[in-house]
């Protein structure tokens, strides 16, 4: 056991958290400008909403750290614990959020928590899609995409920008779960997301 949490870099991905958790603390509602397309003055992003991209990336690199051969006749069920590992540390970067912002230390904890969900929902179809680390790419592309497309003409989010959009908006929430719920769905039936490649 302690060999596969090594693999796939346990440390690092609580330090990930930590670090997300320290952002969230640090930048506040800090908002940098993105040049949008569609919108005259694009959009603000705040820091906060895209510091949980580390979290789907950092779980990425972990998942293709092992030796396929080795973990396909292992005794221990891999791929069992691989999805404890990646869904267990979405839900802890989701808790720590809101604990974050019922506690009033951030105002984006809930918002972040949910970008996590939605990040590594997004990162698991990127590997059914592309597999490897190169999965990293897709919530990372979603985010220059929203960036680029996802602020109307008065430099609003749009409907589908559930990352940047307010924690109580409803349909944000809807979209980043589905995102992660489909992947849990591909990855219990077994047709999906190979979570040890």
């Known amino acids: 056991m302690r060999g596969w949490l090594r693999v796939r870099r346990f440390r690092l991905t ?5 670090g997300i958790a320290a952002v969230l603390l640090l930048a506040g509602s800090f908002s940098i400008p993105m040049p949008g397309l569609l919108a005259a003055q694009g ?3 705040p820091i906060a909403l895209l510091a949980p991209l580390a979290l789907s990336t950092v779980l990425a690199y972990g998942l293709t750290a092992g030796d396929e051969l ?3 006749v292992s005794s221990r069920p891999i791929a069992i614990l691989d999805t404890i590992l990646v869904y267990g540390m979405t839900v802890l970067m989701l808790v720590v959020g809101f604990a974050l912002e019922a506690g009033g230390l951030t105002e984006l904890g809930a918002a ?3 970008n996590s969900c939605g990040y590594v929902g997004l990162m698991l179809l990127g590997r059914r899609v592309v597999g490897g680390q190169a999965a990293s790419l897709f919530p990372a592309g979603f985010a220059l995409g929203v960036a680029a497309f996802g602020g109307d003409a008065s430099g609003n989010p749009r409907w589908w920008a559930w ?3 307010d ?4 349909r944000s929430w809807l979209l980043a779960l589905t995102l992660f719920a489909v992947a849990a769905v591909l990855r219990t039936r077994g047709r999906g997301i190979q979570l040890s490649t």
Do not use: F, I
């Open 14 to 18: 609580l330090g990930v958290e930590a």
């Open 167 to 170: 924690a109580s908006d409803p």
């Open 112 to 114: 972040a928590g949910r």
């Open 70 to 72: 080795l973990e396909a």
């Open 163 to 165: 990352l940047l959009a």
């Open 43 to 45: 959009l603000l992003v």
